[in-house]
């Protein structure tokens, strides 16, 4: 989608959160994406908790020293259906939160007093963060064949997925509302063992939202 979709600003806190984030280099269209997924995070409030995940994003940003695993900026959003290259999860979630905001702002009267635009972000940025923590890593020999990422061995035998985003935002001393914790638990787009669960507006939102990347979109 063209754009950043500029969000409202909410009553009673500053704007302004850290120094504008530079352009990144033509030439690296990965740091670019990544970019912009921070000046998204910046204009969550209150501004403390936009600190918070941008700290996040960046601890997670990069790959293990060893390789053995891909980070925030190069992981795919899976390995076959969808978003499945070099750099899929951050352009995944940055799909996901455009089309969330464009959604919103085009008929924000269900959503008044419920959903804000920042909880709007944080549900899509945290809707597959597990993804860019010891999920992935390279696989040379299915990259001829389309998969060029596998999953670890291990991935989803210690903590289910949605689980695993929660530990990684409850390490960083994050705290959510029951809203966004609903979110990222039963907005799911695919198959889930919690769909059944009564869903948020929040969390339906952004399931949409998450669809709309992974079966129209699909780049």
């Given at each position: 989608?063209?754009?950043?979709?500029?969000?409202?600003?909410?009553?009673?806190?500053?704007?302004?959160?850290?120094?504008?984030t530079?352009?990144?280099p033509?030439?690296?269209?990965?740091?670019?994406?990544?970019?912009?997924?921070?000046?998204?995070?910046?204009?969550?409030?209150?501004?403390?908790?936009?600190?918070?995940?941008?700290?996040?994003a960046?601890?997670?940003?990069?790959?293990?020293?060893?390789?053995?695993?891909?980070?925030?900026?190069?992981?795919?959003?899976?390995?076959?259906?969808?978003?499945?290259?070099e750099?899929?999860?951050?352009?995944?979630?940055?799909?996901?939160?455009?089309?969330?905001?464009m959604?919103?702002?085009?008929?924000?009267?269900?959503?008044?007093?419920?959903?804000?635009?920042?909880?709007?972000?944080?549900?899509?940025?945290?809707?597959?963060?597990?993804?860019?923590?010891?999920?992935?890593?390279?696989?040379?020999?299915?990259?001829?064949?389309?998969?060029?990422?596998?999953?670890?061995?291990?991935?989803?035998?210690?903590?289910?997925?949605?689980?695993?985003?929660?530990?990684?935002?409850?390490?960083?001393?994050?705290?959510l509302?029951?809203?966004?914790?609903?979110?990222?638990?039963?907005?799911?787009?695919?198959?889930?063992?919690?769909?059944?669960q009564?869903?948020?507006?929040?969390?339906?939102?952004?399931s949409?939202?998450d669809?709309?990347?992974?079966?129209?979109?699909?780049?």
């Amino acid at each position: 989608m063209a754009g950043e979709p500029v969000m409202e600003e909410e009553s009673g806190v500053e704007p302004a959160l850290l120094e504008p984030t530079p352009e990144a280099p033509d030439s690296d269209p990965l740091e670019a994406n990544f970019r912009r997924l921070v000046r998204y995070l910046r204009q969550i409030q209150p501004r403390e908790l936009a600190k918070q995940l941008m700290v996040l994003a960046f601890e997670l940003k990069d790959d293990a020293p060893d390789g053995s695993w891909v980070g925030l900026k190069r992981a795919p959003a899976g390995r076959r259906m969808h978003h499945n290259r070099e750099g899929g999860l951050v352009q995944h979630i940055l799909q996901m939160i455009e089309f969330a905001l464009m959604i919103y702002h085009d008929n924000p009267q269900p959503f008044k007093g419920v959903v804000r635009p920042s909880d709007l972000i944080i549900a899509c940025f945290l809707h597959d963060l597990h993804k860019a923590r010891a999920c992935f890593r390279e696989d040379p020999a299915g990259r001829a064949k389309g998969t060029p990422f596998e999953y670890l061995p291990d991935v989803g035998k210690q903590l289910p997925n949605d689980v695993m985003t929660l530990w990684l935002v409850n390490q960083a001393g994050i705290k959510l509302t029951q809203d966004q914790i609903n979110a990222v638990i039963l907005a799911e787009g695919g198959y889930s063992l919690y769909r059944h669960q009564e869903r948020s507006k929040l969390a339906v939102l952004v399931s949409m939202a998450d669809e709309y990347s992974a079966l129209v979109l699909r780049k």
